[in-house]
């Protein structure tokens, strides 16, 4: 009999089983695909490496350099050039978004007078009440930073909706500054000081693996060996006594812990014949669809010199591409030689049936927003649709009011947790970090 049961072979599934293990504690993970890493996934078709879900992590030590160090992938980490710039899509140009205090004073992104408003940031008043990004952005900001930054940075991350996302759930490291110094600009200035990253920006290594991102659960996968299971599909959990059930079609498992690592409605399917208002507050949280687009040209078809991160199109513009991820320059090996790799996405809060719409039909939309930017000549010589039908949770106004409601409940199932990418930050390395706090509070049995 194993100590805990994980469901959802996910990255949080499984890097929470990889700690358990350290900790000594026996963990099985029962996943329903015939394959570890829920979104994490890697197509590598005619010479090209292609991320299907998240292209690339964050990491800034911690969990996910443990983690990465104990399945012994520290010499497969690709890093992306930290100079390299990100473009904001204005009009029909590519701009850089200003990275230093010179590129913003002559960034045309943004007006003299909306500059010159920045002044006044120190002083604007505090929030009273929760906010969306983009109240708190417009009062603090103004609206063209909204409009020609934080958009299109909402866009990137969360294919949200800023009038809806909450700040202080989805970008909580922002909504700290004001807590803390009551000026984004002062806390800036006092983490500089305190020698930290300060600012509203995250800092650390940008990353990847050489064969691509489903790298990493693959490597967790081999190190669980048999105690991860496969093709196994939990329909149904139950309490027995001071044991959790987990009922699969050919077998059932026992366990006194029980950790449900799945998207937020699945575990809310699973809950809801033991604790209905859980399941409520759980399928209350949006997933809107996102497709990605991978598109391979030769290097001749691109004008442009796709010397950066890749772009993003703010809301403004009215185009249905969220942005493009300028694929084989942010790592290397992503495409043959003398050819080009693009992911696009299109779907999100913002055009969510999008999702609907034929393969052929997606391309043509992304080519038709892409084409005059990036100077496309021709039609792609490799394409690649992935759908999601429920991509990235949403952390909207209320969200963190939900999270303590659901902990609230779980104290009376004694044993029971619940972890995924709806919670804690949807990137990758959060989701490790998450697994990491989450397995040093399992108790042993």
């Not at 000594?24 to 299907?52: K, N, Y």
Request: with cysteine; charged share 20%.
């Amino acid at each position: 009999m194993t100590d805990t049961l994980i469901v959802g072979g996910g990255i949080t599934g499984l890097a929470t089983a990889w700690f358990l293990r350290r900790r000594g504690i026996a963990a099985t993970v029962l996943e329903g695909s015939g394959e570890p890493g829920g979104t994490v996934r890697t197509a590598i078709r005619a010479g090209f490496t292609v991320d299907t879900g998240p292209t690339s992590t964050l990491s800034r030590g911690g969990a996910l350099e443990e983690l990465i160090a104990g399945v012994e992938l520290r010499d497969d980490v690709v890093e992306a050039d930290r100079r390299a710039p990100r473009y904001i899509v204005k009009g029909d140009r590519l701009i850089p978004l200003p990275a230093t205090l010179s590129d913003f004073l002559s960034t045309p992104l943004f007006t003299t007078r909306a500059k010159l408003r920045l002044l006044a940031e120190p002083f604007r008043r505090r929030a009273r009440e929760e906010e969306s990004i983009a109240q708190f952005t417009r009062r603090r900001i103004g609206p063209q930073f909204l409009d020609w930054a934080v958009d299109p940075f909402v866009s990137g991350v969360y294919a949200g909706d800023p009038e809806r996302l909450s700040v202080r759930a989805a970008v909580p490291r922002l909504y700290a500054l004001e807590a803390r110094y009551g000026s984004l600009f002062v806390g800036a200035l006092a983490g500089l000081f305190r020698g930290e990253s300060g600012g509203a920006q995250p800092r650390g290594r940008l990353i990847s693996f050489r064969r691509g991102m489903q790298t990493l659960p693959n490597a967790i996968a081999r190190a669980l060996g048999p105690s991860l299971r496969l093709n196994t599909t939990v329909g149904a959990i139950a309490r027995s006594g001071a044991q959790w059930i987990a009922r699969a079609p050919h077998a059932e498992y026992r366990a006194a812990n029980l950790i449900l690592a799945v998207p937020a409605h699945r575990a809310a399917e699973l809950l809801a014949p033991i604790d209905a208002a859980v399941a409520r507050e759980l399928s209350a949280i949006a997933y809107p669809p996102v497709a990605s687009i991978a598109l391979g040209f030769a290097r001749k078809q691109i004008g442009h010199t796709l010397d950066g991160f890749g772009a993003l199109l703010p809301r403004r513009l009215q185009r249905e591409t969220l942005g493009v991820i300028f694929a084989s320059t942010l790592f290397a090996g992503r495409a043959p030689p003398d050819r080009v790799l693009l992911t696009a996405f299109i779907g999100g809060s913002r055009n969510p049936s999008a999702g609907d719409l034929d393969e052929p039909e997606l391309v043509q939309r992304v080519l038709s927003d892409l084409r005059q930017l990036l100077a496309i000549d021709g039609a792609p010589m490799f394409q690649n649709v992935t759908r999601w039908r429920h991509a990235i949770p949403q952390y909207e106004l209320g969200h963190d009011a939900r999270i303590d409601r659901i902990d609230d409940a779980l104290t009376k199932h004694p044993g029971l947790h619940l972890r995924g990418n709806w919670r804690g930050g949807v990137s990758l390395a959060d989701c490790v970090s998450s697994a990491d706090g989450l397995a040093r509070t399992v108790k042993n049995t």
